[in-house]
Nanobody, 112 residues
Framework: VQLQASGGGVVQAGGSLRLSCDAS????????IRWYRQAPGQQRELVAS???????NYVESVKGRFTISRDNAKNTVYLQMGNLKPEDTGVYYC???????WGQGTLVTVSS
């Protein structure tokens, strides 16, 4: 299994970005792919994940602004980020939880 994260960049506060996590190999379920981020000097935190219920889980600070989704045909999980804030700055990683496999990370920088 390999994960390739992309879509990061520099954006002004209030802007949007869409991150992609392309999965290859023996992926049992895209639902096991989660998005994390690590801000400078901070610990890595879970940002978004699918659940067995109807609604995905989000860290409180991104609720209403970020949306996780998947395209089974493309083996890709997305993180749509809107109304970005400077505190969203960091390296974003996708992780395949069933085998603890991480993508290489993509840097998001939000300027004020």
């Amino acid at each position: 299994v390999q994960l390739q994260a992309s879509g990061g960049g520099v954006v002004q506060a209030g802007g949007s970005l869409r991150l992609s996590c392309d999965a290859s190999g023996s992926i049992f379920s895209l639902d096991a792919i989660r998005w994390y981020r690590q801000a400078p000097g901070q610990q890595r935190e879970l940002v978004a994940s699918f659940t067995t219920g109807f609604r995905p889980n989000y860290v409180e600070s991104v609720k209403g602004r970020f949306t996780i989704s998947r395209d089974n045909a493309k083996n890709t999980v997305y993180l749509q980020m809107g109304n970005l804030k400077p505190e969203d700055t960091g390296v974003y990683y996708c992780r395949y939880g069933l085998r603890d496999i991480w993508g290489q990370g993509t840097l998001v920088t939000v300027s004020s």
